[in-house]
Nanobody, 124 residues
Framework: VQLQASGGGLVQAGGSLRLSCAAS????????MGWFRQAPGKEREFVAV????????YYADSVKGRFTISRDNAKNTVYLQMTGLKPEDTAVYYC??????????????????WGQGTLVTVSS
């Protein structure tokens, strides 16, 4: 599986961005898909995850109510709609895929494939 994240950029506080993650492979629709982010000098952290059908999602407390994860299995793409952006949301955002498993949300180490990241910068 290859993952290609896009959609990052510079936005003012309070603004919105939509990230996309395009995946290769015929089994995309079976994977759980997650978004993570890493701010300068900080460890990578979980942002959101969605199950194979899109019927189940889970968010970090820091983004709950502001970010929405969704997927289009016909397009092999997962999205992260970000609204109400804050300077502390500034980070490189990564998408990742995880094969089906019993735990939801999966732990970070359980993700099998990672995209290259897209930079989101929120100015105050």
């Amino acid at each position: 599986v290859q993952l290609q994240a896009s959609g990052g950029g510079l936005v003012q506080a309070g603004g919105s961005l939509r990230l996309s993650c395009a995946a290769s492979g015929r089994t995309f629709s079976s994977y759980r898909m997650g978004w993570f982010r890493q701010a300068p000098g900080k460890e990578r952290e979980f942002v959101a995850v969605i199950n194979w059908s899109g019927g189940r999602t889970y968010y970090a407390d820091s983004v709950k109510g502001r970010f929405t994860i969704s997927r289009d299995n016909a397009k092999n793409t997962v999205y992260l709609q970000m609204t109400g952006l804050k300077p502390e949301d500034t980070a490189v955002y990564y998408c990742a895929s995880d094969e089906p498993g019993p735990r939801f949300p999966p732990l970070q180490y359980e993700y099998d494939y990672w995209g290259q990241g897209t930079l989101v910068t929120v100015s105050s």
